[in-house]
């Protein structure tokens, strides 16, 4: 699981332990363990600053790096042989990312803002990574969402076609909310699309986990 640019806050946890409850193994993964790896942050204007300050700092190889070494961790703890992964905001960007690991069948992106303009650090926009995944990707985005723009969602939707024709492996789904509708905490939180969020989600790794 990964998290938003405020670090492993209390939401975080909460989610980690309702896939708990629903039987996987969850593992919340500090995205800026380099520069913070206790990053607990809240909502505020302040905090937004602080973790985007973080992660203006990474970049997609360390990021790529440090999830492999926690796929491999969960792996050797679990038994399990192939993972899923999912990602809030900065987290979907990164979890995009991630879904070209070898170990990862399943990918949740919940608004993963970026993801056709550029990649963390510099470099090609992440979609590029789509041809690299073996797995599967369902992205999950808010039609009002001003961090992604109808011009993002189109790219989205496009390069998830074009790595996947018969449409059997990715989807993108569009709900009717803002950015961070999953959140409790956040203010743009919407109940309805949370939960047809949470409901995919399920049903995406039941399918294929």
């Avoid at 993964?29 to 700092?57: C, I, M, N, T, W």
């Avoid at 790096?65 to 491999?72: H, I, P, S, T």
Wanted: glycine share 12%.
């Amino acid at each position: 699981m990964l998290p938003e640019v405020f670090g492993i806050n209390a939401w975080v946890r909460s989610v980690a332990d309702r896939l708990a409850l629903e039987g996987y193994a969850a593992l919340a993964v500090p995205l800026f363990a380099r520069s913070a790896p206790a990053l607990e942050l809240g909502y505020s204007a302040d905090d937004l600053a602080e973790g985007r300050s973080h992660k203006d700092r990474t970049s997609s190889a360390e990021l790529l790096a440090d999830l492999d070494v926690a796929c491999q961790w969960l792996q050797e703890r679990t038994g399990a042989g192939l993972l899923g992964c999912v990602g809030f905001c900065f987290g979907g960007h990164a979890a995009l990312l991630a879904a070209s690991l070898p170990q990862i069948a399943a990918t949740a992106d919940f608004y993963g803002a970026g993801v056709a303009s550029g990649r963390p650090g510099g470099g090609p926009p992440t979609l590029e990574v789509l041809p690299e995944v073996t797995g599967r990707v369902w992205c999950f985005c808010g039609r009002r969402d001003p961090l992604m723009p109808a011009a993002e969602l189109a790219a989205i939707g496009a390069a998830l076609r074009k790595a996947d024709p018969a449409g059997g492996r990715h989807r993108l789904i569009e709900l009717e909310a803002g950015h961070g509708f999953m959140c409790e905490a956040r203010p743009d939180h919407d109940p309805a699309a949370a939960a047809a969020g949470w409901q995919g989600m399920l049903e995406l790794f039941a399918t294929t986990l």
